[in-house]
């Protein structure tokens, strides 16, 4: 398992190396994917710190407040270009949920997490709710 930091650090890397830019809002929703994709594939989290439901959608409020301070800007690779936390089949795994994500706007990303039930179900409890991995993995093992 990774730290979350970190693995935002490589998808922020990943992500400006490959041209493409990311800000915080588009960083959690790729976290929140990457963790799906972990759950589904390999049966265990990517990372230990927990998501919350956000009124914008799942957020791991560690990595926000890193990277709160680059506000709705692009952020930076603040690492060498070459910096991975991953082993070679976990960053196969990240890459490809990565580069998927990557393609679509922060906002196509909050509005398609606002339809699925982990945050619709974690959210109408309260406001930053823990969306718990077994929600996220039950809904994805369904996709």
């Known amino acids: 398992m990774y730290s979350a930091i970190n693995v935002a650090r490589y998808i922020i890397s ?3 190396s490959n041209g493409k ?5 588009k960083l959690q929703k790729i976290l929140y994917f990457v ?20 009124d914008f959608g799942p957020v791991v409020p ?3 407040r ?9 952020i930076p690779s603040l690492r060498s270009e070459d910096y991975c936390p ?3 089949k976990d960053k196969i795994l990240a890459d490809g949920i990565i580069d998927e994500c ?19 179900n974690a959210y109408g409890q309260s406001r930053n709710a823990v969306i718990t991995n077994e929600s996220i993995k ?3 093992e369904k996709k």
């Open 21 to 25: 830019t990311i800000s915080n809002l």
């Open 14 to 16: 990943h992500c400006n």
């Open 102 to 120: 990557a393609k679509y706007s922060a906002s196509e990303l909050v509005e398609y997490t606002h339809h699925q039930s982990p945050w619709i």
């Open 35 to 54: 963790q799906a994709e972990f759950l589904v594939a390999q049966d265990q989290p990517c990372f230990q710190e927990q998501i919350e439901a956000w």
């Open 62 to 64: 560690e990595v926000y």
């Open 86 to 88: 991953f082993s070679k």
């Open 138 to 140: 039950s809904f994805f």
């Open 66 to 74: 890193h990277y709160k301070v680059y506000g709705s800007a692009a």
